[in-house]
C-alpha cells in the first residue's frame, strides 16, 4: 500500500514539475499579450474595425508585435553578451533552485536546442545491478559525481561520487534514457543491446 501512495506521489510531483514550466510561460505572455494591447490600442484606433476569423484587428496587431519581440529576443540571446549576462544569472541566482541545471539540460535536449552542457548517460552499479545516471562532473581522475533518476519521474534522484572503473559508458541520449526511465524500463532490450 505504500509503494501505491509512494507512486502516485512520485507521479503528482513529476506532473507537477512537468507543467510548471508550461504555466509561467503562458502567464508570461499573457502579461505581455495585455502591455502590447495596450500600447497597440492608440495605433489601430486609427484603422478599421475589422475582425479576421473573429479575431480583432488590434488582437492580431499584438500577437504580432509579441511573436516580433520573441524573435529580437531569439536573436539577442545568441549574442556573446546575452550568453554572459545568461551565465552569470545561472550561475549566482537559479544555480540555488533545486534541479534547475539539470531540467534546464534535459528540456534543451528534448527540444532539440543544442547545448555544451549536454549530460553523458552511463550506468552505475547498485545492490539490485546496473541503473541509468547522468554525468554530472568531474572531480578528479578517479572519481565523479553522478545523478542517479528515479522512475517513472526523473526529476527526483540520488545524487553519488562513483569511482571511474565503476562508470559504464552507453552512448545514447539524455532523451533516450529519460524515455526508458518514464516507461519504467520498457524499451531497454534495444536501447541497451550488447551494452551490458
Known amino acids: 500500500m505504500k509503494n501505491i501512495f509512494k507512486i502516485i506521489k512520485v507521479t503528482f510531483l513529476g506532473g507537477i514539475m512537468f507543467l510548471a514550466p508550461f504555466i509561467v510561460l503562458m502567464i508570461i505572455l499573457e502579461k505581455g499579450y495585455h502591455i502590447i494591447q495596450k500600447v497597440t490600442l492608440p495605433l489601430v484606433s486609427y484603422l478599421p474595425r475589422v475582425h479576421v476569423l473573429g479575431i480583432a484587428l488590434q488582437e492580431i496587431v499584438g500577437i ?96 553519488c561520487f562513483v569511482e571511474k572503473k565503476n562508470i559504464k559508458e552507453i552512448g545514447i541520449t539524455q532523451k533516450q534514457a529519460l524515455m526508458c526511465i518514464r516507461k519504467l524500463g520498457y524499451g531497454s532490450k534495444d536501447l541497451l543491446k550488447n551494452k551490458l
Open 64 to 159: 504580432i508585435i509579441i511573436a516580433f519581440v520573441c524573435l529580437i529576443a531569439g536573436l539577442a540571446s545568441r549574442t556573446a553578451g546575452a550568453k554572459k549576462l545568461i551565465r552569470k544569472i545561472e550561475d549566482g541566482i537559479l544555480s540555488f533552485v533545486p534541479g534547475y541545471s539539470f531540467m534546464k539540460g534535459i528540456n534543451e535536449n528534448i527540444m532539440g536546442i543544442e547545448s555544451n552542457d549536454n549530460l553523458k548517460v552511463v550506468l552505475v552499479p547498485t545492490d539490485a545491478g546496473w541503473q541509468f545516471a547522468f554525468l554530472m562532473e568531474q572531480i578528479d581522475d578517479n572519481n565523479f559525481t553522478v545523478f542517479v533518476p528515479d522512475a517513472p519521474n526523473p526529476w527526483s534522484g540520488s545524487v
